[in-house]
Nanobody
Framework: QVQLVESGGGLVQAGGSLRLSCAASDRTFSNYLMGWFRQAPGKEREFVATISPSGGSTYVAESVKGRFAISRDNAKNTLYLQIDSLKPEDTAVYYC?????????????????WGQGTQVTVSS
């Protein structure tokens, strides 16, 4: 079982940047498709970005493309999400997730393991 722990969230002003991290406990981290999702108050969980097990392929949601970048360091068992030009509408709890499947990468149901989330709050 993979345990995931997110960090790096916080309160930032609009226009600022954050780098979220997700540390995985399992040495087989490099075997998993990894993703980031977010959930704002009163809204459904939303896909943000995903990255292939090797890191060679990424897919970012259109709504955040150009501002969000996903990456991973398999040697460190860590996933990252770089967020630039933050907007108040980016305020949400951000979750990382792991999947052994590569199908339906933007669907939350694809992912088996989830972290507890890290809060990102953007002030205007």
């Amino acid at each position: 079982q993979v345990q995931l722990v997110e960090s790096g969230g916080g309160l930032v002003q609009a226009g600022g940047s954050l780098r979220l991290s997700c540390a995985a406990s399992d040495r087989t981290f490099s075997n998993y498709l990894m993703g980031w999702f977010r959930q704002a108050p009163g809204k459904e969980r939303e896909f943000v970005a995903t990255i292939s097990p090797s890191g060679g392929s990424t897919y970012v949601a259109e709504s955040v493309k150009g501002r969000f970048a996903i990456s991973r360091d398999n040697a460190k068992n860590t996933l990252y999400l770089q967020i630039d030009s933050l907007k108040p509408e980016d305020t949400a709890v951000y979750y990382c997730a792991a999947s052994a499947s590569s199908r339906g990468v933007a669907r939350a149901e694809t992912y088996t393991y989830w972290g507890q989330g890290t809060q990102v709050t953007v002030s205007s």
